[in-house]
């Protein structure tokens, strides 16, 4: 009888319909495919029922999670081989549960159940988020960023540097990157053209670096909103520290109860990711509420390319359930759309994709970097679920996959008068 590997690389071959790119090694040791091609490792047989019982993306996400299914060698290697075959198949590229249907690759599974050891379904990790009934509500919301925010903040603090900022960087140049996080910051500061006096609303506010910077660098006054309890502590503790609890106010607030506007420039960065296409319309509207006339916005925002059948669009099922729960991305034009619908006007769109992508492999390397550490504040499996998210993300970016968006908009009042100078990148300087 052959070998396990030699087995599984025929099911797969047949269930995929393209030769695997990779080599396997399996848990008794064997091994089949190119010696020279990154391996993808079966440390356990659970790996198959995982796969069994969740044929796609989440059972092999589970598989990673539990440590079942590892990879050999360099991770961006492995990921760009063989996310032509799981992750950019297309619109019209057949998932594995279709290919199940097939009668054929249906005799493959059988010999998967036979390597595979009692048909029970294993239990997924605990790492994995419980499917939601209502979604966007303002306690799922909270139970969503609680997941992905409360991981804690000593985690945070390996993976994002000393800048503890979580949105993409803005790089001029091959520098540090606590030196990209700062000048993406002032870039945003300087597009909503803060001055002394002025009051910002951050809306999901993080760890209070943005809060911070605008309110040492350009002299406002700053209210910070999170849901996300263990950020809120970590931030305040930072303005004190910084001497600014005069000038900045960190609250654990949903931004729908926020009432003490108005305010003269709102930025919202990475956090629209959580507000869902539903209530995106809701969103951009309180936000114009909350703004004087004349008043800017700045949304900073990853999106996804636009699909033939929008109505087909489904969250990513690894993101879903072990990282961002609820999050939805959009293509720009929608975001756009929906501001305008809103009242805003639009007066600037900046793709930062690139930079995104240099950012997540700062921080991949950050983590691996202090790999042990890591583990201990948190589990492997949740360690293993940021490495391959991180890792993912970087090659979704630099291939075109998503981008990210600085949209700045203005609340222009009836009149006209926007208040933008004639040449509106004058922030660049």
Avoid at 81 to 102: H, K, N, P
Avoid at 130 to 143: N, P, V
Avoid at 191 to 203: E, N, S, T
Wanted: aromatic share 8%.
């Amino acid at each position: 009888m052959a070998d396990a590997a030699s087995r599984l690389r025929s099911v797969a071959e047949q269930v995929l319909g393209v030769p695997l790119p990779v080599r396997l090694r399996a848990w008794d040791g064997s091994q089949a495919g190119p010696p020279d091609a990154p391996a993808l490792v079966i440390r356990n047989r659970r790996a198959l029922r995982y796969l069994l019982f969740k044929p796609g993306e989440l059972g092999l996400a589970r598989a990673w999670v539990a440590g079942d299914l590892d990879i050999e060698g360099d991770l961006y290697s492995a990921l760009a081989v063989m996310s032509g075959l799981i992750w950019e198949r297309g619109e019209d590229g057949r998932t594995l549960g279709q290919a199940l249907r097939d009668p054929e690759v249906r005799a493959a599974a059988r010999e998967l159940l036979k390597l595979a050891g009692p048909p029970l379904p294993p239990t997924p990790p605990r790492e994995e988020v419980r499917r939601r009934r209502q979604l966007h509500t303002r306690r799922s919301d909270k139970q969503a960023i609680s997941h992905h925010y409360d991981v804690g903040n000593d985690f945070y603090e390996i993976v994002l540097g000393p800048s503890m900022v979580y949105s993409c960087a803005y790089w001029e140049d091959d520098g540090t990157l606590e030196t990209a996080q700062r000048d993406k910051l002032e870039l945003v500061c300087r597009k909503l053209d803060l001055k002394p006096g002025q009051r910002l609303l951050d809306v999901g506010c993080g760890w209070g670096s943005m809060a911070i910077h605008a309110a040492r660098e350009h002299g406002v006054s700053v209210v910070g909103v999170t849901l996300s309890q263990e950020q809120a502590a970590y931030a305040r503790k930072r303005v004190a520290d910084e001497g600014l609890t005069d000038r900045v106010e960190i609250r654990v607030q949903d931004y729908r109860d926020v009432r003490d506007g108005p305010y003269d420039a709102i930025s919202s960065i990475g956090m629209a990711e959580h507000v869902g296409a539903e209530k995106y319309l809701k969103y951009a509207s309180d936000l114009y509420a909350l703004l004087k006339p004349g008043g800017r916005l700045l949304n900073h925002q990853i999106a996804r390319r636009p699909q033939r059948d929008e109505a087909a669009y489904h969250v990513d099922h690894f993101i879903d359930a072990y990282v961002f729960p609820d999050g939805e991305l959009a293509p720009i034009g929608t975001t756009v759309t929906q501001l305008e619908r809103a009242g805003f006007e639009v007066r600037d769109v900046e793709s930062l994709r690139e930079h995104y992508a240099l950012t997540l492999r700062r921080w991949v390397a950050n983590l691996e970097a202090d790999w042990a550490r890591a583990v201990r504040l948190t589990s492997p499996g949740r360690a293993r679920v940021w490495r391959l998210y991180m890792a993912a993300s970087a090659l979704a970016f630099e291939r075109n996959r998503i981008g990210v968006n600085q949209v700045l908009a203005v609340k222009t009042p009836e009149p006209g008068a926007s208040g933008l100078p004639l040449r509106t990148r004058t922030w660049t300087r």
